[in-house]
Nanobody
């Protein structure tokens, strides 16, 4: 069983940067792959970024590629999402999710993940 807690959300202006953190519980969290998803107002949850358990493979949605960076520090059970050049369309509730397999080609699918955090709100004003 893994519990995830996100933090770092807030209200920023377009062009600003923000860093989200996801802390996982349990001594085996380092074996889990982790993804960030987001849910804009009135829309479905969508994939943002993914990192494998070792941190040597990352995947991004086209909409954030080149602006967002996902990384992990397994010694601290933490996965971080650095977000640069934020746009109003990045406004959403951001969730981290974890799953125990080493890798899956369906990393972009919410259904692949067994564990979810409670979410953190990011609001980008124009």
């Amino acid at each position: 069983q893994v519990q995830l807690v996100e933090s770092g959300g807030g209200v920023v202006q377009a062009g600003d940067s923000l860093t989200l953190s996801c802390v996982g519980s349990g001594r085996t969290f380092y074996t889990y792959r982790v993804a960030w998803f987001r849910q804009p107002p009135g829309k479905e949850r969508e994939f943002v970024a993914h990192i494998n358990w070792r941190g040597d493979r990352t995947d991004y949605a086209d909409s954030v590629k080149g602006r967002f960076t996902i990384s992990r520090e397994n010694a601290q059970n933490t996965v971080v999402l650095h977000m640069n050049s934020l746009k109003p369309e990045d406004t959403a509730v951001y969730y981290c999710a974890a799953e125990g397999a080493q890798y899956s080609a369906r990393y972009y699918s919410p259904g692949e993940y067994d564990y979810w955090g409670q979410g953190t709100q990011v609001t980008v004003s124009s």
